[in-house]
């Protein structure tokens, strides 16, 4: 069972890590969207 901690001073940390994610999952999209089109560059140029 999941503790649920309802303590206001650890609203910063909580805002803080989700924020963190939002960030690393916006990186990792533009990444696989930049690899995918680096190979269909690639692709391209040798066929």
């Known amino acids: 069972m ?3 901690l ?8 909580i ?3 989700r924020g963190m994610s939002y960030f690393e999952v916006a990186c990792l ?3 696989v ?8 560059i690639v692709y391209r140029e040798n066929y």
């Open 15 to 17: 805002s803080d890590l």
């Open 33 to 40: 969207y930049d690899w995918g089109a680096h190979d269909t």
């Open 6 to 13: 309802n303590a206001p001073s650890l609203l910063p940390l």
């Open 29 to 31: 999209t533009v990444v």
């Open 2 to 4: 999941a503790t649920v």
